[in-house]
């Protein structure tokens, strides 16, 4: 691997606290960090004979680490970055570039049609295998096409019809596809609207969402015909808590570290929550976070 990346990009050991939202997680076995696509096929082709287990990170922002951490390699993006325009009206950008990076960007550039993104806490590849949404936007709205690795090292294409986006999700799920870029689609706006309708997205954020504290975020898919914090809330779980892990006040949707939780408290809170929702409500929550590791 040092061969591949060079030393300073493989770290053995490295603690997954650092590098996931909730800020919980022990030890991956290998955090490799490839600087371009040609790497990135390397280092998976290697890790395929082998036979190790390897996870794709972006921002680590719809991940719980075990506190027992991750038998495997992480692979970072955080490398593929870079942001540009391809033409007057679509923006090209790395995997591992910050959804909030590019609302910027298409705000400079006085592109509309992402600013919904722009709270969304996580990188334009993990957007685009969860169709990440907001405020009445999401990823399908404002895709032109997605290039991506498949699991034979084949750089494939997909346009927006191919993606199969659906709520939560996309073809990419379940393949083995690896997002190495995105281009979106978006339209000549004004700057200054563009500006004010970012700004009033962040204070509404603000007011609804407990973002003083570690979390990954909408913590549940929302069952269809029903809310999940709602549903959380009816439960009577609102600031319910297990260890350093507790329901949101400010938010039932919202798991949260409120201070010193493990991932192993996180779990049993998103268990316990899922548990008590079926027998007041009927309702089975799904969570929407990606679990890595043994619980």
């Not at 790497?39 to 719809?62: M, T």
């Not at 591992?96 to 996580?122: K, V, W």
């Not at 169709?131 to 494939?156: C, F, H, R």
């Given at each position: ?134 405020y009445d936007g999401e990823m399908k709205l404002v895709t032109k ?101 507790a329901v949101s006040d400010k938010h039932c949707g919202f798991v ?26 009927g309702v089975e929550l799904e969570p929407e976070v990606i679990m890595?590791?043994?619980?």
């Amino acid at each position: 691997m040092r061969q591949i990346v060079s030393s300073e990009n493989v770290i053995e050991n490295e603690d997954m606290s650092r590098h996931t939202t909730f800020k919980t997680g022990g030890p991956a076995s290998l955090f490799i960090s490839p600087a371009d696509t040609e790497q990135l096929k390397k280092v998976i082709e290697v890790l395929d004979r082998i036979s190790a287990a390897f996870f794709i990170l972006g921002n680590g922002s719809n991940i719980l680490v075990s506190d027992k951490g991750f038998d495997g390699a992480v692979i970072s993006l955080r490398k593929f970055s870079e942001v540009t325009l391809k033409d007057d009206t679509t923006i090209v950008a790395g995997a591992g570039a910050l959804n909030s990076a590019i609302a910027s960007f298409a705000r400079d550039n006085s592109l509309t049609g992402f600013e919904f993104a722009a709270g969304i806490p996580g990188t334009i590849g993990g957007a685009m295998i969860m169709n990440a949404g907001a405020y009445d936007g999401e990823m399908k709205l404002v895709t032109k096409e997605v290039t991506v690795l498949s699991p034979s090292g084949e750089i494939m294409v997909l346009d927006n019809s191919t993606m199969e986006f659906g709520y939560r999700t996309s073809a990419i799920k379940g393949r083995g596809y690896v997002v190495l870029s995105a281009a979106l689609q978006l339209e000549k706006g004004d700057q200054e609207a563009i500006t004010a309708k970012m700004a009033e997205l962040a204070s509404r954020r603000r007011d609804k969402q407990p973002l003083e504290y570690p979390s990954a975020g909408s913590t549940f898919k929302r069952p269809e015909g029903y809310f999940a914090g709602k549903l959380i809330e009816d439960a009577g779980l609102r600031g319910y808590s297990v260890g350093g892990a507790a329901v949101s006040d400010k938010h039932c949707g919202f798991v949260i570290n409120k201070g010193g939780a493990t991932s192993s408290d996180i779990y049993r809170l998103i268990t316990e929550v899922k548990d008590k929702v079926q027998k007041e409500s009927g309702v089975e929550l799904e969570p929407e976070v990606i679990m890595l590791g043994e619980f």
